[in-house]
T-cell receptor, first 111, second 115 residues
């Protein structure tokens, strides 16, 4: 399984765009990149997934370069409610015996 | 409402006193798993189950047991808890596979303290 590396923490202010980068140098051909968001006192929840190029939904955008060795989660115009831990998960699209979520990035948004 | 539930949400116990944390999902999911979350270590998988009566070890199974007698339930058992098992525990389920493309649905968490 591809190991991921993310910054431990990031700070931002309301209204700013936040980009969180995840490194996954040994990503495999069958691996997808999925991001989960975890609010305090809650379990993680799915926010976005991609394989290559760019994916956008109502919550975030995910940018994946051609070599797929990294990915960037982009949160437009963050608010206080975006304060959370963000996990980058790299795993195959087929059944696997391990899902490694890693340590995540703690995003703190200030007013 | 589709959800994963865990009980209890908070538990304080003493070393050696057996305990069970229950997990139930109402989505008819095949896969269920248990994670523990510790500061600086992120989420680590304890056990997972791909179907009834089928369970397997994750990354940190020592000191834990699980069972999957019914599809919807996946209890976590600590036969003889120790202080190093003080942690935040999450149960999760997914529809058909344990993969990147099959969304993991997490429960609300159980905060366990072992004195």
């Amino acid at each position: 399984l591809a190991k991921t590396t993310q910054p431990i923490s990031m700070d931002s202010y309301e209204g700013q765009e936040v980009n969180i980068t995840c490194s996954h140098n040994n990503i495999a051909t069958n691996d997808y990149i999925t991001w989960y968001q975890q609010f305090p006192s809650q379990g993680p929840r799915f926010i976005i997934q991609g394989y290559k190029t760019k994916v956008t939904n109502e919550v975030a955008s995910l940018f994946i370069p051609a070599d797929r060795k990294s990915s960037t989660l982009s949160l437009p115009r963050v608010s206080l409610s975006d304060t959370a831990v963000y996990y980058c998960l790299v795993a195959p699209s087929y059944n696997t015996d391990k899902l490694i979520f890693g340590t995540g990035t703690r995003l703190q948004v200030f007013p | 409402e589709a959800q994963v539930t865990q009980n209890p949400r908070y538990l304080i116990t003493v070393t050696g006193k057996k305990l069970t944390v229950t997990c139930s999902q109402n989505m008819n999911h095949e896969y269920m798993s248990w994670y523990r979350q510790d500061p600086g270590l992120g989420l680590r998988q304890i056990y997972y189950s791909m179907n009834v009566e089928v369970t397997d070890k994750g990354d940190v199974p020592e000191g834990y047991k699980v069972s999957r007698k019914e599809k919807r339930n996946f209890p976590l058992i600590l036969e003889s808890p120790s202080p190093n098992q003080t942690s935040l525990y999450f149960c999760a389920s997914s529809s058909e596979t344990q993969s990147s493309t099959d969304t993991q649905y997490f429960g609300p968490g159980t905060r366990l303290t072992v004195l």
